[in-house]
Each structure stands twice: as C-alpha cells, then as structure tokens.
C-alpha cells in the first residue's frame, strides 16, 4: 500500500482514525499464514483488539455523514458530492478550499488515496462501500473490530475441526480441515432485499452439472412476463413446462397462465446459472453453494448480489478437497463433466457449514479490513454483544443464528436431509432431478 509522500505525513492521524491497516503497522503485527486456524482466529481477535485500543487514543474529530445514495464518481455533482469533499477534508485527504459540489479530479485522487488506505480497489468510484467506510466513525470502527473478535473467539471455542466457513460481510468462503485452513475463495452472497441466512449446516452432495429450476419469485416477476411478452424465458438451454408437460413456449398463449402452473429448467452446461457444481445443504430455505456462469462478478469489491445462496470463485478445487481420498479423482471430474447429466456424488461425511458475519477482519499482512454491514445487522450493537437476529419479512429468509455468536454445529440424522439435499424423480428433466433453487 503506497500514498504519495506529501499526504502521508501531516495525515497520519487522520488515515490512522478509520484505516486499520495502519493502525496494525504501527503495533508491528505480521502475518499468521503458517498458524492453525483456531491459533489464527485467536491472533486476528487480539489484532482487533488492540488496533480498537489504537482508535480509541485518537482525539475526537468532526466526522461528515455522506448518507446513502447512488455511485458518485468524476463528474458527478450534487449536495452529496459537497459533503464527500468536506469529510475527505476532515480525513486530511483534501484542502478546505478544494470542497465542491462537483466531484473533481482533486476529489478524485483523495477518494482513490482513502480507498489504498483502507486496502479498497482505487478506483475512484464512491459506491456503498467506499461510501460506508468514509462514513464510519473511529469509535464506530473500534466497536466493530470488538464485535467481530468476540465472534472469533466464540466460533473458535465451539466449531468443529472440520468446517466450511462463509462470511457474508467479506464475501469469502474458508475451507478447514483438521484444523487446518486448505482452501479461501471469494464468494457472492445475498443482496440486501434477498439476504443469505446465518445458517449453521453440512453439504452432503457435490452436483456436477446441475440443472437450475428457475426459482418462483425470479418466475413470477421475470420469466413468465417474458414468455407472455415475447413466447421465450430468455434463458439459455431451459425446458419449459406446462401443467407439468414439457411444451414449445412459443406455441403457447401465456396471459392466462398462472405462475404455478409453469416450471422452467436449465440444462447442464457452462451456460447454466449455477455454474459445473452444486453443492447441496439441509436447510428448508433451498439456500446452497454453487458456481456461476458470470465469473466476471468475483472482480467486484461489494458481492452482495444473489438471490440467497453463495455463489463460488473456484467450486471445481472445493469438489476436489471435499472429494479427496474417495474414488471420484480429479480425473473422473472430468469425465463427469463431460456427461449431459446431473452427477450426484454422495458425501461420505458431510462437511458442516457455518455462515457468520465478522465485519473486521485481518489480512495476510495484519492488516484489519472494515467491511460493510449489508445487511444493517450491528447498527447500535453494544461493544462485546452479539449482533441481534433479525426478524424476516412476509416471505424473506429469516436469519437462524445469532450474528456474531455462531452455534454449534450439531449432529443431524441421516434422515434429516431437508428438500434441497435429495433428487427429485418427478422432475422431468433429463437427470430426473428438479433443484429448484436461489442464485
């Protein structure tokens, strides 16, 4: 992380109060690549600690509330673009007489010089999560870092050795093994209007080439208005059905037709929307992993964009860990991959999942990275409470753990395989399988 020499002097101070990755310098911390994860979980809570520690000797200063809005970016004007000026003054990163209601190449470089400071892509663009953490407060980030090290101490103290860990704020997705961390990937989660439940499960099938049965809300809203409008779903390789028959769309008049009686499938392949693998939970809610065929969306800083499940930056290298040891290698992957049909591979032993929301977290480096609250859970969080669970709305999906206190993992039966986790041999498709299913 570089900025130039005449803003890193006078401005210390100021990138001190909300960039945690300076704060981590100034203690000296390095990296904890080589520790066992509940050792690492350990470490990056005292990181978290004692960078909040650090905020907490900084004076008090004016803190400009930008507010929420759209993207501002080079030319953009407005009442908001005056207050993101006059908050990059009080950060040190503009002069007073720079401030404007026009976003100006000056604006520009003291945004793209916060955002290295605060180990953000640079790239000038003011979206949400620029925008939250210009917003955010030196005593409000040192709660936050106290919040997410309760939670990693917590999740250390009660989870598994082998567990798979997403977390909705960083959008990451952590293999452990023994005790060891194998695998971390990026990961696209829910947005904020469909949001990814804090789940505590187990993946016990690995799908290649699975089918996706578009889901009904995307039906409903989307796909049926579509059909009535031009006789297509839009969707590549799908097979419509009607009254559970699979039919011509273009032959059918669809303004009379009712969202449940239509079923719409994609077939296998690298079009299909939930990528080469799937792989399934026990949860009711038809939340799961999956891969993409958008993997162009990983580049992206801010991920919160499915519809409720997680989708995965590498699937095909988790299906090879989670697959190691048994007969289904790397190579017969690859044959199955080649087939026209869903591949269901059993898991010997499932892999318990935990979804937690830890909003600090700590780079390789000892960095700590602030993320955004996308889904508006800590808002007035006392320091060392857990965040509260949220109350779903009429046919959202409900949070079922607490938020920085994941439980745990229990033992489930075998019989306890939920909808999401077995084929279905109604389905008509060419597998025999229906996997109706969020994205």
């Not at 439940?197 to 996706?212: G, K, M």
């Not at 409008?229 to 839009?234: E, H, L, N, R, S």
């Not at 077939?267 to 939970?281: C, I, T």
Request: charged share 25%; aromatic share 4%.
């Amino acid at each position: 992380m570089t900025v130039s020499a005449d803003l890193r002097k006078p401005r210390k101070l100021a990138m001190l109060a909300l960039a945690a990755a300076s704060a981590l310098a100034l203690l000296g911390v390095g990296p904890a690549d080589a520790l066992p994860y509940r050792d690492t979980l350990t470490q990056w809570a005292d990181r978290l600690d004692a960078a909040a520690v650090e905020l907490d000797r900084n004076p008090v200063q004016p803190s400009t509330r930008i507010g929420e809005g759209g993207l501002m970016k080079l030319g953009s004007s407005g009442e908001r673009v005056g207050r993101l000026s006059q908050r990059l003054v009080e950060l040190g990163l503009l002069s007073a007489d720079k401030v404007s209601e026009v976003f100006t190449a000056d604006i520009d470089r003291a945004v793209k010089a916060f955002q290295l400071a605060q180990r953000m892509k640079p790239d000038g663009l003011v979206g949400a999560g620029t925008r939250a953490a210009l917003d955010r407060t030196p005593a409000e980030a040192a709660a936050l870092m106290r919040q997410s090290a309760v939670a990693m101490r917590s999740f250390r103290d009660t989870a598994p050795d082998n567990v798979l860990v997403v977390n909705l704020t960083d959008q990451t997705t952590t293999l452990v093994r023994g005790g060891e961390e194998e695998l971390t990937m990026r990961a696209i989660v829910g947005r904020p209007s469909r949001e990814t439940p804090l789940l505590t499960d187990r993946i016990t099938h690995v799908i290649v080439n699975p089918t996706w049965t578009v889901p009904p809300t995307v039906l409903k809203e989307d796909k049926l208005p579509m059909l009535r409008a031009k006789g297509v779903p839009g969707i590549q390789n799908a097979i419509v059905y009607l009254d559970g028959q699979e039919v011509a769309p273009e032959t059918v008049d669809w303004h009379d037709v009712t969202p449940g009686r239509v079923r719409i499938v994609q077939q296998p392949g690298d079009h299909n929307a939930l990528g080469r693998f799937r792989f399934n939970l026990t949860n009711p809610y038809d939340i799961y992993l999956h891969g993409t065929n958008e993997p162009r969306l990983f580049a992206r800083e801010l991920r919160s964009i499915s519809s409720g499940c997680v989708r995965l930056e590498d699937p095909r290298r988790l299906a090879e860990l989670l697959l190691q040891g048994t007969t289904v290698t790397p190579a017969r992957i690859d044959r199955m991959l080649s087939k026209p049909q869903p591949q269901w591979v059993k898991l010997a032993t499932p892999m318990p999942v935990q979804f937690v929301y830890w909003i600090a977290t700590v780079e390789a480096d000892g960095a700590v990275r602030l993320h955004p609250d996308i889904y508006d859970r800590l808002d007035d969080v006392p320091v060392g409470a857990s965040a509260p669970a949220v109350e779903p709305a009429p046919g959202s999906l409900p949070a079922v753990a607490p938020a920085t206190a994941p439980a745990t993992i229990p033992a489930v039966t075998p019989a306890d395989t939920g909808r999401a986790a077995m084929p279905d041999g109604t389905s008509g498709t060419a597998g025999g399988m229906a996997e109706k299913s969020r994205v």
